[in-house]
Protein backbone atom coordinates (compact mmCIF):
# COMPACT_ATOMS: atom_id res chain seq x y z
CA UNK A 1 0.00 0.00 0.00
CA UNK A 2 1.67 3.34 -0.98
CA UNK A 3 1.24 6.45 1.61
CA UNK A 4 -0.75 7.99 -1.01
CA UNK A 5 -3.29 5.16 -0.78
CA UNK A 6 -3.36 5.35 3.20
CA UNK A 7 -3.92 8.83 2.95
CA UNK A 8 -6.98 8.37 1.44
CA UNK A 9 -8.40 5.19 3.48
CA UNK A 10 -7.56 7.79 6.70
CA UNK A 11 -9.81 9.92 4.45
CA UNK A 12 -12.37 7.71 3.97
CA UNK A 13 -12.71 6.07 7.13
CA UNK A 14 -13.15 9.68 8.83
CA UNK A 15 -16.06 10.68 6.32
CA UNK A 16 -17.80 7.34 6.74
CA UNK A 17 -17.72 7.30 10.73
CA UNK A 18 -18.94 11.25 10.39
CA UNK A 19 -21.82 10.13 7.60
CA UNK A 20 -23.30 7.84 10.36
CA UNK A 21 -23.09 9.65 13.03
CA UNK A 22 -23.85 13.30 11.89
CA UNK A 23 -25.22 12.46 8.48
CA UNK A 24 -27.47 9.44 9.13
CA UNK A 25 -27.92 8.80 12.46
CA UNK A 26 -27.28 5.39 12.21
CA UNK A 27 -24.44 5.23 14.55
CA UNK A 28 -26.88 3.87 16.88
CA UNK A 29 -27.18 1.08 15.26
CA UNK A 30 -23.76 0.08 16.56
CA UNK A 31 -23.02 1.93 19.55
CA UNK A 32 -24.93 3.89 22.17
CA UNK A 33 -26.05 7.39 21.53
CA UNK A 34 -23.67 8.65 24.16
CA UNK A 35 -20.50 7.89 22.28
CA UNK A 36 -21.83 10.21 19.46
CA UNK A 37 -18.98 13.16 20.28
CA UNK A 38 -16.37 10.82 20.99
CA UNK A 39 -16.87 9.46 17.19
CA UNK A 40 -17.21 12.83 15.88
CA UNK A 41 -13.84 13.65 17.29
CA UNK A 42 -12.40 10.34 16.27
CA UNK A 43 -13.45 10.83 12.53
CA UNK A 44 -11.96 14.52 12.55
CA UNK A 45 -8.79 13.49 13.87
CA UNK A 46 -8.22 11.09 11.15
CA UNK A 47 -9.39 13.40 8.34
CA UNK A 48 -6.80 15.74 9.96
CA UNK A 49 -4.07 13.22 9.67
CA UNK A 50 -5.25 12.25 6.35
CA UNK A 51 -4.57 15.70 4.84
CA UNK A 52 -1.68 16.16 6.61
CA UNK A 53 0.14 13.04 5.05
CA UNK A 54 -0.88 14.12 1.25
CA UNK A 55 0.56 17.81 2.61
CA UNK A 56 3.62 15.95 3.42
CA UNK A 57 3.73 13.54 0.45
CA UNK A 58 3.42 17.00 -1.57
CA UNK A 59 6.38 18.47 -0.06
CA UNK A 60 8.32 15.70 -0.44
CA UNK A 61 7.99 15.88 -4.09
CA UNK A 62 8.70 19.02 -4.28
CA UNK A 63 12.01 18.78 -2.80
CA UNK A 64 12.58 16.19 -4.81
CA UNK A 65 12.02 17.34 -7.97
CA UNK A 66 13.23 21.24 -7.37
CA UNK A 67 12.97 23.36 -10.75
CA UNK A 68 11.36 20.85 -12.43
CA UNK A 69 13.97 18.48 -12.94
CA UNK A 70 13.37 15.40 -13.42
CA UNK A 71 14.75 11.87 -11.48
CA UNK A 72 15.83 10.39 -14.59
CA UNK A 73 17.57 13.85 -15.76
CA UNK A 74 19.52 13.69 -12.62
CA UNK A 75 20.82 10.15 -12.83
CA UNK A 76 21.71 11.28 -16.83
CA UNK A 77 24.08 13.97 -15.21
CA UNK A 78 25.30 11.97 -11.96
CA UNK A 79 27.94 10.08 -14.42
CA UNK A 80 29.68 13.45 -16.10
CA UNK A 81 29.88 15.30 -12.72
CA UNK A 82 31.71 11.64 -11.67
CA UNK A 83 34.26 12.23 -14.29
CA UNK A 84 34.57 15.91 -13.80
CA UNK A 85 35.68 15.44 -10.03
CA UNK A 86 38.04 12.81 -10.87
CA UNK A 87 36.07 9.64 -10.18
CA UNK A 88 37.95 6.03 -10.23
CA UNK A 89 38.44 4.94 -13.66
CA UNK A 90 38.34 7.85 -15.55
CA UNK A 91 42.23 8.88 -17.15
CA UNK A 92 44.02 10.85 -16.57
CA UNK A 93 44.10 13.09 -19.34
CA UNK A 94 40.47 13.95 -19.32
CA UNK A 95 41.52 14.85 -15.77
CA UNK A 96 44.17 16.94 -16.76
CA UNK A 97 41.78 18.38 -19.29
CA UNK A 98 39.04 19.94 -16.67
CA UNK A 99 42.23 21.43 -14.94
CA UNK A 100 44.07 22.74 -18.15
CA UNK A 101 41.18 23.39 -20.48
CA UNK A 102 38.47 21.91 -22.42
CA UNK A 103 38.21 18.16 -22.55
CA UNK A 104 39.68 16.31 -25.21
CA UNK A 105 37.76 13.64 -26.96
CA UNK A 106 38.16 10.03 -25.15
CA UNK A 107 37.69 7.20 -28.02
CA UNK A 108 36.76 3.74 -26.43
CA UNK A 109 34.93 2.25 -23.54
CA UNK A 110 35.75 3.42 -20.00
CA UNK A 111 36.71 0.96 -17.36
CA UNK A 112 33.27 -0.34 -15.81
CA UNK A 113 34.95 -1.49 -12.78
CA UNK A 114 38.10 -0.79 -10.58
CA UNK A 115 39.73 -3.83 -9.20
CA UNK A 116 40.54 -2.22 -5.29
CA UNK A 117 42.77 -4.09 -2.67
CA UNK A 118 40.84 -7.20 -0.84
CA UNK A 119 39.67 -8.43 -4.46
CA UNK A 120 36.21 -6.11 -4.40
CA UNK A 121 35.33 -4.59 -7.86
CA UNK A 122 33.85 -0.72 -7.34
CA UNK A 123 32.18 1.10 -10.58
CA UNK A 124 31.29 4.16 -10.86
CA UNK A 125 27.88 2.84 -9.75
CA UNK A 126 28.52 1.47 -6.25
CA UNK A 127 27.20 -1.81 -5.55
CA UNK A 128 24.45 -3.03 -8.80
CA UNK A 129 22.83 -5.49 -6.08
CA UNK A 130 22.78 -2.61 -3.44
CA UNK A 131 21.50 -0.16 -5.22
CA UNK A 132 18.79 -3.12 -6.95
CA UNK A 133 17.52 -4.05 -3.88
CA UNK A 134 17.19 -0.33 -2.31
CA UNK A 135 15.20 0.52 -5.66
CA UNK A 136 12.52 -2.05 -5.11
CA UNK A 137 11.91 -1.35 -1.33
CA UNK A 138 11.59 2.11 -1.68
CA UNK A 139 10.16 2.55 -5.35
CA UNK A 140 13.81 4.04 -6.73
CA UNK A 141 12.92 7.50 -4.76
CA UNK A 142 15.24 6.91 -1.96
CA UNK A 143 12.81 6.59 0.59
CA UNK A 144 9.89 3.76 1.61
CA UNK A 145 6.47 4.57 0.60
CA UNK A 146 4.85 1.52 1.29
CA UNK A 147 2.82 -0.20 4.26
CA UNK A 148 1.91 -3.70 5.17
CA UNK A 149 -0.93 -5.30 2.64
CA UNK A 150 -2.90 -6.26 5.98
CA UNK A 151 -3.90 -2.62 5.96
CA UNK A 152 -6.28 -3.10 2.82
CA UNK A 153 -8.83 -4.70 5.37
CA UNK A 154 -9.53 -1.44 6.76
CA UNK A 155 -11.44 -0.68 3.46
CA UNK A 156 -13.55 -3.05 5.05
CA UNK A 157 -15.40 -0.70 7.21
CA UNK A 158 -15.56 1.85 4.60
CA UNK A 159 -17.50 -0.97 2.04
CA UNK A 160 -19.50 -2.04 5.12
CA UNK A 161 -21.02 1.30 6.03
CA UNK A 162 -21.53 3.08 2.58
CA UNK A 163 -22.40 -0.06 0.25
CA UNK A 164 -24.44 -2.25 2.96
CA UNK A 165 -25.45 -0.68 5.73
CA UNK A 166 -25.69 -3.17 8.23
CA UNK A 167 -28.91 -2.97 9.98
CA UNK A 168 -28.83 -3.45 14.28
CA UNK A 169 -29.36 -6.22 15.68
CA UNK A 170 -32.49 -8.39 16.33
CA UNK A 171 -34.27 -11.60 16.23
CA UNK A 172 -31.69 -13.36 15.00
CA UNK A 173 -29.18 -12.41 18.30
CA UNK A 174 -32.32 -12.94 20.12
CA UNK A 175 -32.35 -16.55 19.39
CA UNK A 176 -28.71 -16.95 20.00
CA UNK A 177 -29.22 -15.48 23.69
CA UNK A 178 -32.88 -17.16 24.64
CA UNK A 179 -31.47 -20.43 25.47
CA UNK A 180 -29.18 -18.71 28.09
CA UNK A 181 -31.21 -17.64 30.89
CA UNK A 182 -29.87 -14.29 32.79
CA UNK A 183 -31.14 -12.81 35.83
CA UNK A 184 -31.30 -8.80 34.91
CA UNK A 185 -30.50 -6.54 37.66
CA UNK A 186 -33.30 -4.07 38.03
CA UNK A 187 -32.80 -0.43 37.05
CA UNK A 188 -32.56 1.93 40.47
CA UNK A 189 -36.04 3.26 40.20
CA UNK A 190 -37.88 0.28 40.66
CA UNK A 191 -38.29 0.69 44.31
CA UNK A 192 -40.65 3.52 43.71
CA UNK A 193 -44.17 2.78 43.70
CA UNK A 194 -45.84 3.31 39.55
CA UNK A 195 -47.73 6.74 39.16
CA UNK A 196 -51.67 6.51 40.33
CA UNK A 197 -53.75 6.14 37.29
CA UNK A 198 -56.33 3.58 35.28
CA UNK A 199 -54.74 3.91 32.00
CA UNK A 200 -51.90 1.53 30.79
CA UNK A 201 -48.36 2.74 31.91
CA UNK A 202 -46.03 3.05 29.42
CA UNK A 203 -42.54 1.24 30.29
CA UNK A 204 -39.21 -0.10 29.05
CA UNK A 205 -39.19 -3.48 28.58
CA UNK A 206 -35.46 -3.20 31.10
CA UNK A 207 -37.84 -1.93 33.87
CA UNK A 208 -40.60 -4.14 33.56
CA UNK A 209 -38.38 -7.12 33.72
CA UNK A 210 -36.25 -5.32 36.20
CA UNK A 211 -39.72 -5.31 38.15
CA UNK A 212 -40.58 -8.67 37.79
CA UNK A 213 -37.57 -9.68 38.91
CA UNK A 214 -37.70 -7.78 42.42
CA UNK A 215 -40.40 -9.20 42.78
CA UNK A 216 -39.85 -12.68 42.34
CA UNK A 217 -37.09 -12.47 45.47
CA UNK A 218 -39.54 -10.76 47.81
CA UNK A 219 -39.32 -7.46 46.96
CA UNK A 220 -42.65 -5.05 46.29
CA UNK A 221 -44.55 -6.27 43.57
CA UNK A 222 -45.03 -3.39 41.89
CA UNK A 223 -46.31 -4.41 38.93
CA UNK A 224 -49.18 -6.38 40.00
CA UNK A 225 -52.44 -5.51 38.96
CA UNK A 226 -50.90 -2.81 37.22
CA UNK A 227 -52.02 -2.15 33.47
CA UNK A 228 -48.65 -1.48 31.48
CA UNK A 229 -47.76 -1.18 27.42
CA UNK A 230 -44.24 -1.85 26.31
CA UNK A 231 -42.62 -1.90 23.01
CA UNK A 232 -40.46 -4.60 21.37
CA UNK A 233 -39.79 -6.56 18.40
CA UNK A 234 -40.86 -10.25 18.32
CA UNK A 235 -39.31 -13.32 18.66
CA UNK A 236 -40.15 -16.72 18.57
CA UNK A 237 -40.14 -19.86 21.54
CA UNK A 238 -39.67 -23.04 21.09
CA UNK A 239 -41.77 -24.20 24.01
CA UNK A 240 -44.47 -22.29 22.97
CA UNK A 241 -46.24 -18.41 23.39
CA UNK A 242 -43.70 -15.79 22.23
CA UNK A 243 -41.13 -13.62 23.11
CA UNK A 244 -41.05 -9.28 23.06
CA UNK A 245 -37.60 -8.54 23.24
CA UNK A 246 -35.11 -5.82 23.55
CA UNK A 247 -31.86 -5.48 23.40
CA UNK A 248 -29.34 -3.95 25.90
CA UNK A 249 -25.76 -2.69 25.30
CA UNK A 250 -23.00 -1.56 27.55
CA UNK A 251 -21.16 -0.09 25.30
CA UNK A 252 -21.57 -1.63 21.51
CA UNK A 253 -23.44 -3.85 19.27
CA UNK A 254 -20.71 -7.13 20.34
CA UNK A 255 -21.81 -7.14 24.13
CA UNK A 256 -25.58 -6.86 23.59
CA UNK A 257 -27.76 -8.95 25.58
CA UNK A 258 -31.62 -9.87 25.07
CA UNK A 259 -34.32 -8.74 27.61
CA UNK A 260 -37.54 -11.00 26.98
CA UNK A 261 -40.99 -11.04 28.13
CA UNK A 262 -43.00 -13.86 27.53
CA UNK A 263 -46.47 -12.77 26.22
CA UNK A 264 -49.36 -14.75 27.21
CA UNK A 265 -52.98 -14.67 25.63
CA UNK A 266 -52.41 -13.35 22.16
CA UNK A 267 -51.36 -14.79 18.50
CA UNK A 268 -47.28 -14.01 17.69
CA UNK A 269 -47.05 -11.77 14.81
CA UNK A 270 -44.16 -11.89 12.22
CA UNK A 271 -41.01 -12.73 13.60
CA UNK A 272 -38.83 -9.58 13.94
CA UNK A 273 -41.81 -7.08 13.86
CA UNK A 274 -41.90 -4.38 16.07
CA UNK A 275 -45.06 -4.36 17.94
CA UNK A 276 -46.68 -2.75 21.43
CA UNK A 277 -48.37 -4.79 23.64
CA UNK A 278 -50.89 -4.00 26.20
CA UNK A 279 -51.48 -6.15 29.12
CA UNK A 280 -50.72 -7.31 32.91
CA UNK A 281 -47.73 -8.47 34.49
CA UNK A 282 -48.86 -12.56 35.86
CA UNK A 283 -46.33 -14.40 38.94
CA UNK A 284 -44.60 -17.24 37.27
CA UNK A 285 -44.80 -20.14 38.88
CA UNK A 286 -43.34 -20.80 42.01
CA UNK A 287 -40.25 -23.33 40.33
CA UNK A 288 -39.72 -20.55 37.93
CA UNK A 289 -39.20 -17.85 40.40
CA UNK A 290 -36.20 -15.92 40.16
CA UNK A 291 -34.66 -17.87 37.53
CA UNK A 292 -35.73 -14.74 34.60
CA UNK A 293 -38.14 -15.55 33.37
CA UNK A 294 -41.10 -12.72 33.35
CA UNK A 295 -44.45 -13.06 31.76
CA UNK A 296 -47.06 -10.76 30.58
CA UNK A 297 -50.80 -11.54 29.95
CA UNK A 298 -51.54 -9.46 26.99
CA UNK A 299 -54.72 -7.57 26.38
CA UNK A 300 -53.55 -6.14 23.19
CA UNK A 301 -50.80 -6.15 20.39
CA UNK A 302 -50.74 -3.76 17.53
CA UNK A 303 -48.02 -2.86 15.24
CA UNK A 304 -45.77 0.20 16.11
CA UNK A 305 -42.45 1.72 14.63
CA UNK A 306 -38.87 1.41 15.25
CA UNK A 307 -37.37 3.56 17.81
CA UNK A 308 -35.38 5.99 16.79
CA UNK A 309 -32.99 4.11 19.43
CA UNK A 310 -33.74 0.39 18.68
CA UNK A 311 -31.31 -0.16 22.12
CA UNK A 312 -32.26 0.27 25.75
Not at 76 to 82: D, E, G, I, N, S
Request: proline letters at 9%; glycine letters at 14%; a negative charge.
Amino acid sequence: MTRAAQNLLLLLLGGAVLWITLGTGEFTNYVKPGLELPLVGSALLLIVLGLAGMRRDWNDDADEHPHGRSVTEAQAQAPAQQERSGAPGVPPAVRAGVEDGPVPAVTGTAPEALTVPGGREQGTHGSGKAEEGEGEEDGGHGHAHGGPRVAWLLCLPVLGIFAIAPPELGAFTADRNSSVTRAVAAPPSIDQALPAGTGPLAMSVAEFVGRSFEAQIGGDPTLEGRTVKLIGFVAPRKQGHWYLTRLQMSCCAADAIAVQVIVLGAAEPKKGAWVEVTGVWKAPPAKESGSGVHYLNATGVTPAAKPAHPYE
